[in-house]
């Protein structure tokens, strides 16, 4: 068992302890940002850390679902069959549209399949010009690009 | 059933194998393509995407026969009463030299 938390809130003043990191940064000359810990004053974090502990344990045990420890209480027989019927009628609105969702029939493309397949393949000098076309359309798609006129951020002008 | 299917197929020149596919699988298949299930799943992946093709907003799709073209062989394909026939073809035709 166990529990995800996030928030997308912005940190506010209570979060930011929350935030704080558990290790100090190790190099006492280059402080991070926003840190404000000296880190050579590890005896001054321990009760930090207890109290962050303390907190994390805290919301673990409020937000804990133990589905082994639940009680599972018996329905009466009427209860049980409204909810049947209350899903099976569900289930058939849902079923009604999820039926329609089945892919498109073949169309027919000819009356006479042996005939059209029978009939003389495509010559190689027609596909040796689509190939052609083809060739040529993909160069051009491949040369478009954005022609940059301006420059897109400008420095204002403070007097 | 399948001998009407097949027996056209039969006689198609240069034909060195076939297959009649239906939405369930293989009706039929001989030659080359002879239980070639693969081929007839690759196939009608590439006719349901065809048949969705549409010109100037006409209801049918603007082909009757589908080909696939390599350098000795065609697959050359169609779709006729829910069924879908496909005929692997010898390809007798040189390219022609241009000087």
């Known amino acids: 068992m166990g529990c995800c938390y996030s928030s997308d809130n912005e940190p506010t003043e209570q979060d930011n302890d929350e935030r704080k990191p558990l290790i100090p940064h190790p190099n006492p000359d280059k402080p991070a940002n926003g840190t404000e810990r000296s880190p050579a004053a590890p005896p001054s974090t321990r009760p930090d850390e207890q109290a962050l502990l303390n907190t994390i344990l805290h919301r673990t045990a409020q937000s804990i679902i133990d589905v082994s420890a639940a009680d599972s209480q018996g329905m009466e027989q009427h209860e049980y069959m409204d909810k049947a019927r209350q899903y099976s009628t569900k289930l058939a609105v849902l079923s009604s549209t999820l039926s329609q969702k089945k892919p498109a029939p073949l169309p027919s493309l000819t009356s006479q399949p042996h005939q059209v397949l029978a009939s003389d393949l495509i010559p190689t000098a027609d596909l040796l010009q689509v190939s052609k076309i083809a060739a040529y359309a993909y160069s051009a798609i491949s040369q478009i690009k954005v022609d940059a006129k301006e420059e897109l951020v400008v420095q204002f002008a403070v007097p | ?99």
């Not at chain 2, 009649?20 to 995407?49: F, P, Y």
């Not at chain 2, 969705?52 to 696939?68: A, D, I």
């Open chain 2, 1 to 99: 059933m399948t001998t009407a299917l097949t027996q056209g197929l039969e006689r198609i020149p240069d034909q060195i194998g076939y297959l009649v596919i239906s939405e369930d699988g293989v009706l039929a298949s001989s030659g080359e393509l002879e239980n070639d299930e693969h081929t007839a799943g690759v196939i009608m992946q590439m006719v349901r995407t065809a048949c969705r093709f549409r010109l100037h907003g006409t209801p049918e799709p603007p082909f009757k026969r589908m080909s696939v073209m390599f350098e000795d062989y065609v697959y050359a394909v169609t779709v006729s009463g829910q069924k879908v026939f496909v005929v692997k073809r010898q390809n007798n035709q040189r390219e022609p030299v241009t000087v």
